[in-house]
């Protein structure tokens, strides 16, 4: 079946850091890929996607690249932000229209 | 932009009560609205679909007599924990769609079951 694997958290990082969260999908055909953020007492929210093998979604500084060969869509950023504190989501969606399928999360704090 | 309103924010009930949770779509009709159930440290996993006007479809090993879904209008649907008990404590988020819209989430209802 369809599933996503995310790496496990924390993540612990200092501002302005590297970021990596390494996310790897199972899927028949060729689902969308998802990253979604959820901050304390919010929410989740949208933080970017892509939608065909290649593709590369970017927000607010955060990148993430379909890689069909490996079946991954991991999520970086350059240099975080004490901000970017929160829960990461990586999610697929194996035909449009129908329900997400989400990893297991993985919580980011950064320190000043 | 679209928001999805879900309703309480939380709420605690004692064991044997009923629980109602509603998610509206604020600014757009939601032809699809999706529950989900959070544990702690663990990912949202998908108790069911609902489609305006029609029955909910539930994923496996969910009990549909326990978590009663209605989504009776394009902008409102409900889940109803019927006969709650201790380990039906959790986090529900809702998440609503239009036909060619991403999903968009509700903030959550954290249910505590005394």
């Known amino acids: 079946g369809n599933s996503v694997t995310q790496m496990e958290g924390p993540v612990t990082l200092s501002e302005e850091a590297f970021l990596t969260i390494n996310c790897t999908y199972t899927?028949?055909?060729?689902?969308?890929l998802f990253w979604y953020v959820q901050y304390p007492g919010e929410g989740l929210q949208l933080l970017l996607k892509?939608?065909?093998?290649?593709d590369k979604g970017s927000n607010k500084g955060f990148e993430a690249t379909y890689r069909k060969e490996t079946t991954s869509f991991h999520l970086e950023k350059g240099s975080v932000q004490v901000s970017d504190s929160a829960v990461y989501f990586c999610a697929l969606m194996a035909q449009a229209g129908t329900a997400l399928i989400f990893g297991k999360g993985t919580t980011l704090s950064v320190s000043s | 932009g679209a928001v999805v309103s879900q309703h309480p924010s939380w709420v605690i009930c004692k064991s044997g009560t009923s629980v109602k949770i509603e998610c509206r779509s604020l600014?757009?009709?939601?032809?699809?609205m999706f529950w989900y159930r959070q544990f702690p440290k663990q990912s949202l996993m998908l108790m069911a679909t609902s489609n305006e006007g029609s029955k909910a479809t539930y994923e496996q090993g969910v009990e549909k007599d326990k978590f009663l879904i209605n989504h009776a209008s394009l902008t409102l649907s409900t889940l109803t924990v019927t006969s709650a008990h201790p380990e039906d404590s959790s986090f529900y988020i809702c998440?609503?769609?239009?036909?060619?819209?991403?999903?968009?989430f509700g903030n959550g209802t954290r249910l505590t079951v005394t």
């Open positions: 892509a939608t065909k093998a290649d």
């Open positions: 600014d757009f009709q939601a032809t699809t």
């Open positions: 998440s609503a769609r239009t036909q060619d819209s991403p999903l968009h």
């Open positions: 899927a028949t055909g060729y689902p969308s």
